[in-house]
Each structure stands twice: as C-alpha cells, then as structure tokens.
C-alpha cells in the first residue's frame, strides 16, 4: 500500500506498528500528484488489548501538492497506524495521489527535536 497510487474516494489504513516512545514526529511524504488531490491522513492509536479500529488521536493539516507533510502527536497509546484519504479538491478528471511515510522521530519528554 504505502508507495502505491491511490485514487480519489479510496480510503486506506496501514498496518500496525509499535510506539517506540510516548510521542513522535511523523513525516508523509506524496511523491505524486495529479488533479488537485486532497491527501487527507488521521493518526490511530489504540492499546494492544483493545479491539478494533483505535481511535483518531489527531490529524496531519490536509495536504494539497507533492510535498512532505509533519504532524508532532503527544500521549499515544501502544499501537500506531494511518488511515490515508484521497479526495478531489476541484481538478478536471480523477484525483490520485502517491504517498509513503518516513520514519517517524519519537521522543518521551518535551518538544520534538
């Protein structure tokens, strides 16, 4: 999935992983762009014994050109994941985006390196 083109309506989540600290700095990268795509990512969260999709902790601001988009994300639970929207932001045609994420800065106490 992630590096894949993704197409307006789709909307997908990436596996699981393990928090490494309490916090993080995530980083996607949308590698392609085309007809004024809207990328549009939530970040999971959730603690192994619990069932089910997590919760939206928090989301990255939409991101609207081929660029890396940053969200720093405070108290996350013990599993982390992504739920990625592609949606048209006017264009002419189908919008459709590639995206994949960076490794992530994780931190325990105060502001983000």
Request: hydrophobic residues 40%; glycine residues 10%; contains cysteine.
């Amino acid at each position: 999935m992630i590096g894949d083109l993704m197409t307006q309506g789709e909307v997908v989540f990436t596996e699981w992983f393990s928090r490494e600290a309490d916090n993080a700095y995530f980083f996607c990268e949308v590698v392609t762009f085309a007809n004024l795509a809207e990328v549009a990512i939530d970040i999971y969260h959730k603690n192994a014994e619990e069932a089910g999709d997590g919760t939206n902790k928090e989301s990255f601001t939409t991101i609207t050109s081929a660029t890396i988009g940053e969200k720093e994300s405070l108290g996350l639970k013990e599993l982390v994941r992504f739920r990625i929207t592609i949606s048209n932001g006017g264009g002419g045609g189908v919008s459709t985006a590639r995206v994949r994420f960076l490794s992530p800065i994780w931190f325990n106490k105060g502001p983000a390196p």
